[in-house]
């Protein structure tokens, strides 16, 4: 299955998310993404169950600003996109 991924991003995991996963322990409680780009691994993890918190970070400030947005004020970000 094909996750859905907000932000194309050049450098995504997202394709091999699927196998990088196979490594994870069981019961991770939390799990803590610090070059977020497109936070492909925290998307995966959350859709397979791998994890139950999720922190992500990045340098990028613009980038994080709007995966705050996506994630804390989603009806936001739509009206914005659809205006």
């Given at each position: 299955m094909k996750l859905p991924h907000p932000i194309p991003y050049q450098g995504s995991k997202r394709n091999l998310a699927g196998q990088i996963m196979r490594f994870y322990p069981e019961g991770v409680g939390r799990l803590i993404e610090p070059f977020a780009g497109s936070a492909a691994m925290t998307i995966a993890s959350?859709?397979?169950?791998?994890a139950n918190r999720f922190i992500i970070n990045d340098i990028n400030k613009p980038l994080i600003q709007l995966w705050d947005c996506i994630i804390n004020n989603p009806k936001t970000i739509s009206k914005r996109y659809r205006d």
């Open positions: 959350a859709f397979y169950f791998k």
